[in-house]
């Protein structure tokens, strides 16, 4: 499959996020200068702009583009923001937050798979990110070193809200975590005045967050 080809089909999949889920034209934008295919193993490239998860190794996937679409407009990025994400894998979605922020803002990757957090370095690295920090470490703690966040991205299950996290994110500041475990849902988490609010947003399928806050590994 040639860039041609893949340009198409990227074409195709934004137009169809865009009706079936009423993405926003910032968040479309931001999708269509990412190029999934660097992204996704060499195997499965050329399903790249299908609307569906890939494996990335390890037993973990690169989420779907709808989701991606969904949870960045949930996030409502603005220019200049800097964004903790929880769950590099492949790095594709950083490189969407990274796009939607823009130069003046950042964006902290934590990845508790060293392969993994390798990954995401070089693929970033090869699609061109400079504004994207990828951390190998236990996500569930957050990363305080760069706290407080404007936007926390989490992109596996958690059994509830960690503590970090909220404790990281800025007053004012937007939350998307999943929660459970053979149930999910998606939230959407808004610090205001002190108070936390926690909005439903739907059933989702993530793997599992591992990790202090977070699942055991033997028991996923
Ligand atoms: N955002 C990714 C999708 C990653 S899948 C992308 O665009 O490709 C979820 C990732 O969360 C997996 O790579 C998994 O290893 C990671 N993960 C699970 N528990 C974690 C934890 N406690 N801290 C950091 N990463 C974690």
């Not at 269509?32 to 996937?61: C, M, S, W």
């Not at 929660?179 to 002190?194: A, M, P, S």
Request: with cysteine.
């Amino acid at each position: 499959m040639n860039d041609a080809d893949l340009e198409r089909k990227r074409d195709i999949l934004l137009n169809k996020l865009k009706n079936a889920y009423g993405v926003s034209d910032e968040v479309i934008s931001a999708m269509r200068k990412v190029p999934r295919h660097i992204f996704v193993p060499e195997n499965v490239r050329a399903r790249a702009y299908d609307d569906t998860p890939l494996p990335i190794g390890r037993g973990q996937t690169i989420s779907a583009p709808h989701m991606v679409a969904i949870m960045c407009d949930l996030l409502d990025v603005k220019k200049g923001d800097r964004i903790l994400e929880i769950g590099a894998g492949s790095g594709y979605h950083s490189a969407v937050l990274a796009e939607l922020t823009g130069r003046e803002g950042m964006v902290i990757a934590v990845e508790r798979v060293d392969e993994l957090a390798d990954l995401a370095r070089r693929n970033l690295r090869m699609a061109g990110y400079e504004n994207v920090k990828i951390v190998k470490g236990d996500g569930s703690l957050g990363y305080p070193e760069n706290a407080p966040y404007d936007r926390i991205n989490v992109t596996c299950s958690a059994p509830d809200v960690p503590p970090p996290l909220l404790d990281q994110l800025r007053e004012g500041g937007r939350m998307v975590i999943p929660i459970g475990r053979h149930f999910q849902e998606l939230y959407l988490v808004i610090k205001q005045r002190g108070k936390i609010k926690k909005i439903p947003e739907g059933g989702v399928m993530f793997v599992p967050l591992i990790g202090e806050y977070g699942f055991r590994e033997d028991e996923v």
